[in-house]
Nanobody, 111 residues
Framework: QVQLVESGGGLVQPGGSLRLSCAAS????????IDWYRQAADKQREFVAR???????NYGDSVKGRFTISRDNAKNMVYLQMNSLKPEDTAVYYC?????WGQGTLVTVSP
């Protein structure tokens, strides 16, 4: 079964950047579509980005033009490069693959 482990979260000032990583186990990683979601306090989980098995990326409206999702199938890794961060980007960020969720990594954007 797939296991997902996120890392790279932390505290960053508005306008700053972070890169999140999602390490995936499982033989069929290269065939998987991988998503990033986020959940802020007292809010519903929100779609952030998806990368298909073929490398096609899609983004939520709130992050288009600022975030970039990528993958390295040789390393079983998916990345989320986040630029021009805003306080409203503060949330726990989760990696997702076909019903499997990671434990999340906290991103805090604050002066």
């Amino acid at each position: 079964q797939v296991q997902l482990v996120e890392s790279g979260g932390g505290l960053v000032q508005p306008g700053g950047s972070l890169r999140l990583s999602c390490a995936a186990s499982g033989t069929y990683f290269s065939y998987s579509n991988i998503d990033w979601y986020r959940q802020a306090a007292d809010k519903q989980r929100e779609f952030v980005a998806r990368i298909s098995s073929g490398g096609i990326a899609n983004y939520g409206d709130s992050v288009k033009g600022r975030f970039t999702i990528s993958r390295d199938n040789a390393k079983n890794m998916v990345y989320l490069q986040m630029n021009s961060l805003k306080p409203e980007d503060t949330a726990v960020y989760y990696c997702h693959d076909a019903g499997v969720w990671g434990q999340g990594t906290l991103v805090t954007v604050s002066p």
